[in-house]
């Protein structure tokens, strides 16, 4: 299992923008894919974003493709989501998940079997 721990989380209007962070380690870092999913009470769990271990690779849902960018540097040990044009419907707590070594790029959470804690996303105005 990997440690994840997210940052970057707030409050920002409709239309702004926000940069999530993923601060990760463990004894099979660099070589897990990493995902990005996101929660709202009451509701499943949505695979938003994912990046394979080199970053050659990468996946969004319909609902964020062209709004959404991840990214990875394996090197400072992050992984990012780079959020832009954010819409009310955003608002969840986002969550940095990671797979076991050398899994492919997917959506399915039961791919992912190490969760961060969670930062919490608004869009309001």
């Known amino acids: 299992q990997l440690q994840l721990v997210e940052s970057g989380g707030g409050l920002v209007q409709p239309g702004g923008s926000l940069r999530l962070s993923c601060a990760a380690s463990g004894n099979t870092w660099p070589y897990n894919t990493i995902g990005w999913f996101r929660q709202v009470p009451g509701k499943e769990r949505e695979g938003v974003s994912c990046?394979?271990?080199?970053?050659?690779?990468?996946n969004y849902a319909d609902s964020v493709k062209g709004r959404f960018t991840i990214s990875r540097d394996n090197d400072k040990n992050t992984v990012y989501l780079e959020m832009n044009s954010l819409k009310p419907e955003d608002t969840a707590i986002y969550y940095c998940?990671?797979?076991?070594?050398?899994?492919?790029?997917?959506?399915?959470?039961?791919?992912?079997?190490?969760w961060g804690q969670g930062t919490q996303v608004t869009v309001s105005s």
């Open positions: 998940t990671g797979t076991h070594p050398f899994t492919f790029c997917t959506l399915h959470e039961d791919e992912y079997d190490s």
């Open positions: 990046i394979s271990p080199r970053g050659t690779n990468t």
